[in-house]
């Protein structure tokens, strides 16, 4: 595995966490739902931005998706 694969999945970890804590469900609950609007997948798409940004942002990039596909 490598470096940016490593970083890659601690976003993955930080947007879920950081995703349950901020609507108050289960951890579980918040990978269910991140992986239902393939945010999960997006993130690591996204990792060269997403890794110059602190790991408060993959959290807000999870919301703003979800956001929008939903709204």
Do not use: P
């Amino acid at each position: 595995m490598t470096q940016a694969e490593r970083d890659s999945n601690l976003m993955v970890v930080a947007a879920v966490v950081g995703y349950a804590n901020s609507h108050g469900i289960s951890a579980v609950e918040a990978f269910d739902m991140l992986r239902k609007y393939n945010v999960l997948a997006l993130i690591r798409e996204n990792y060269e931005t997403l890794h110059t940004q602190s790991l408060d942002e993959s959290v807000g990039f999870a919301e703003d998706v979800i956001a929008r596909m939903t709204a």
